[in-house]
C-alpha cells in the first residue's frame, strides 16, 4: 500500500497539498476582489432575485455568478457574515476551491494522455504556476471555467481509450457545464467530436490513431498482462519509463466497421449530452452568446451615452478592450494583416502565461527525441484541443481586436504536460551526467521542486493591491453615509465597498460636468470619489465659492507616481461633524495592502 501510494498518487497529494497552502496564502494576502468579480456578485444577486431575466439581461453566462451565490450563502450560514462580506469571501472560495480540483482533473488527463511520471510533474507545475494559481484566487469565472474544460477532456480521454460510451456522454454534460460559466466551454466537446469524426471517415482515406490496426491477442497479451514499468526501447536515454496498465483502447481490439459504429453512437451520445445541457441557457436567453459577437445589434443612443459616462478603466488600469496604448501597434487594414498581427498577440500572451522560461521544455518535451511518448488514440485528442483553442483566440482577435492573458488560460493548461515532459528529459540527462544525482524520477520530482520554489514570489504576491487606496476611500464614504446617500466616482470599486448607488465618470474626471448633471434631486452628490492626476486637476470647481465641496481625504493611488492622487469630497453643509481638509494630506497603505 505504502509503494503503490509513493508510485502512484503521491505527487498528486504533493500537489494538492502545494495548491491549498498557495491559494490559501494569497487569498489571505489579497482582501480586494477583482473589478470583474464585482460584476459577478451584482449578477449573483439579480440571479436570485430573477433567474429568468438575468439569463435574457446579461452578457455574462449565470454558471458562475451561481456558485458565488451558492458559495456566499453558505458562507453566511456558517459564519454570520453580512450579506457584503459573505459575497466577497464566496467569490472568492468559490474560485479558490475550482482551482484546487483543477490540478487534480489536470493530474488525471495527464496520466491518461502520458503516464504516472509526467501527471506528477505536471501537477506541481500546475499547483506553483502563477498564471493558474492568482488567477483561481481573484474570484473571476477563468478557473472554474477551466475546471470543467478540464473534466471534460479527461472524461473524454478516458472514454476514447476505455469505449465507454457513458463517459463520453458525461464528456459532453462537462462541456456544457463549461459553456454554462463560459462560451469557449464548448472547446472540449467539439474537439472530442472531431476525433470521433475522424475515426468514421477513416475509410475515405483518414487514418486516425484511433484506427491503428493491431493483433488483438497480441496486444491483450502485451498490456493487459503487463503490471510492471518497462524499459521504454525507443528512448535514447537509459531511463525507466512509467507506462499506464489500464487496457489499451477498445477501437484497437475491434473491427474496423464496429469501429465506425462505436464512434457513430459515441458522436450521438457526446451531442446529446452537450444539447441537454447547453439547450436551457440557449432556449431561456434566446441567445448562444452574447460576448465578442461579431453581428451584435448597434447599441441604443442611451447605451452608448452611459457607456461615455461610466467607463471601466482608471488611470492606472488596461485600456479598454481592443483599445491600445500609446505604445502598441495600430490595427491593420486588411484580413490578413490583423490575422498576423492575431499570431504574434497569441504567441506573446502565451509566452508570457508560460513564463517565457517554460518555452525551454515545452519546446524539448515536443520535439526531442527521447521526450516521453503520449498514449496511442489519445495524442489526436490533445492536438484537436490544442487547435481548436488557439483557433478560437485567434477568431476572437479577429472579432473583439485582443486577447487577454485570461484567455489563454486553457490553452497553458493544456501544454504543461509538454513543459513536464520536456523537464523529465533534461532530468534524465542530468541523472546520466551525474550520477551521484540519483535515479532519473527523483532527479526530475527535484527538478520540479525547484521550480514551485522558484515560482512562489510571484505566485504569493498580493492581488489588486493597487486599488487599495479607492477601497480605502469607499471605506471612509460609508462609514460616513446617511441612509440614502449616493456617490459620484471613477471607479466602481468605490460604489462596491461603499455599498452605496451612483454612477461613474472618466478616468482623470473628462466627464465630471457631465456626471454633476446626473446627481440626485437636491442637484448635488453627498459624496464625489475620485481618481486623478493633480497635475491637472481643478480641484476649484468643487472646493471653489461656487463649489458647494469640502475635501476631506487626500490618498496617494500609486507608490512611484506621486502626481496620482485619490481625492474624497463631502457636501459643505452636511453638518455631521465631517472633517475639513484645508491642507489635503497624503495616507500611506493601509493594511489592506499587506
Request: proline fraction near 8%.
Amino acid at each position: 500500500m505504502a509503494d503503490t501510494l509513493r508510485t502512484g498518487y503521491g505527487g498528486l497529494l504533493a500537489a494538492l497539498v502545494v495548491t491549498a497552502a498557495f491559494e490559501a496564502a494569497i487569498l489571505a494576502r489579497s482582501p480586494i476582489i477583482a473589478k470583474d468579480g464585482i460584476g459577478f456578485i451584482r449578477i449573483a444577486h439579480e440571479l436570485a432575485d430573477d433567474p429568468t431575466a438575468t439569463l435574457r439581461l446579461e452578457d455574462q453566462h449565470p454558471g458562475y455568478p451561481a456558485m458565488v451565490l451558492a458559495a456566499s450563502r453558505l458562507v453566511q450560514r456558517v459564519t454570520g457574515k453580512s450579506d457584503f462580506d459573505a459575497a466577497i469571501l464566496g467569490a472568492h472560495l468559490a474560485s479558490a476551491l475550482c482551482g484546487v480540483m483543477s490540478v487534480l482533473l489536470l493530474w488525471l488527463f495527464v496520466r491518461r494522455l502520458y503516464d504516472a511520471r509526467v501527471a506528477n510533474v505536471t501537477g506541481l507545475l500546475a499547483a506553483a504556476w502563477p498564471l493558474l494559481r492568482l488567477n483561481a484566487a481573484d474570484g473571476l469565472s477563468d478557473t472554474p471555467h477551466l475546471m470543467f474544460y478540464l473534466a471534460a477532456a479527461w472524461l473524454a480521454a478516458e472514454a476514447l481509450a476505455r469505449g465507454r460510451l457513458t463517459l463520453l456522454a458525461a464528456a459532453g454534460v462537462a462541456s456544457g457545464l463549461a459553456y454554462w460559466i463560459r462560451p469557449e466551454g464548448l472547446v472540449p466537446g467539439a474537439a472530442a467530436g472531431l476525433v470521433l469524426i475522424a475515426n468514421l471517415v477513416g475509410r475515405l482515406g483518414w487514418r486516425s490513431s484511433l484506427c491503428r490496426e493491431r493483433p488483438l491477442w497480441r496486444s491483450a497479451s502485451i498490456e493487459l498482462t503487463s503490471h510492471r514499468p518497462a524499459r521504454n526501447a525507443t528512448e535514447g536515454v537509459p531511463y525507466r519509463e512509467l507506462r499506464d496498465s489500464s487496457p489499451p483502447p477498445i477501437s484497437a481490439l475491434i473491427s474496423p466497421n464496429n469501429r465506425r459504429l462505436w464512434s457513430l453512437a459515441g458522436l450521438g451520445a457526446l451531442a446529446a449530452a452537450m444539447l441537454l445541457v447547453a439547450s436551457p441557457y440557449v432556449l431561456i436567453a434566446g441567445k448562444v452568446t452574447s460576448k465578442k459577437m461579431p453581428f451584435r445589434a448597434a447599441p441604443s443612443a442611451h447605451a452608448v451615452a452611459i457607456a461615455s459616462v461610466e467607463p471601466t478603466a482608471g488611470i492606472l488600469g488596461e485600456p479598454r478592450p481592443g483599445g491600445t496604448l500609446p505604445d502598441e501597434f495600430a490595427r491593420p487594414t486588411t484580413l490578413a494583416g490583423v490575422f498576423a498581427l492575431g499570431l504574434v498577440e497569441l504567441g506573446r500572451e502565451l509566452a508570457q502565461g508560460l513564463c517565457y522560461l517554460g518555452l525551454i521544455p515545452l519546446t524539448i518535451g515536443s520535439f526531442a527525441p527521447a521526450r516521453p511518448r503520449r498514449q496511442p488514440g489519445l495524442a489526436s485528442l490533445h492536438v484537436a484541443l490544442v487547435s481548436v483553442q488557439a483557433g478560437l483566440l485567434l477568431l476572437l482577435y479577429l472579432v473583439a481586436g485582443y486577447i487577454s492573458h485570461r484567455h489563454v488560460i486553457p490553452l497553458v493548461a493544456l501544454l504543461l504536460p509538454g513543459v513536464a515532459a520536456g523537464m523529465i528529459v533534461l532530468a534524465a540527462r542530468l541523472a546520466l551526467r551525474v550520477p551521484k544525482l540519483g535515479p532519473p524520477r527523483r532527479v526530475a520530482m527535484a527538478v520540479a521542486a525547484i521550480w514551485v520554489v522558484c515560482m512562489a514570489p510571484k505566485c504569493l504576491r498580493p492581488l489588486n493591491a493597487v486599488h487599495t487606496p479607492l477601497v480605502e476611500a469607499a471605506q471612509w464614504v460609508r462609514g460616513h453615509a446617511r441612509a440614502g446617500d449616493a456617490v459620484l466616482a471613477t471607479s466602481s470599486y468605490v460604489r462596491f465597498y461603499a455599498d452605496m448607488p451612483g454612477i461613474l465618470v472618466g478616468p482623470e474626471a473628462p466627464n465630471l460636468p457631465v456626471g454633476m448633471h446626473f446627481a440626485p434631486s437636491s442637484g448635488l452628490w453627498p459624496f464625489i470619489v475620485l481618481e486623478v492626476d493633480e497635475r491637472t486637476f481643478d480641484r476649484g470647481q468643487l472646493v471653489g465659492p461656487n463649489g458647494g465641496y469640502q475635501q476631506t481625504l487626500e490618498l496617494a493611488a500609486h507608490r512611484r507616481k506621486p502626481w496620482a492622487k485619490v481625492l474624497v469630497f463631502a457636501l459643505r453643509d452636511r453638518g455631521n461633524g465631517l472633517p475639513a481638509s484645508s491642507s489635503p494630506r497624503a495616507a500611506k497603505h493601509s493594511s489592506l495592502s499587506r
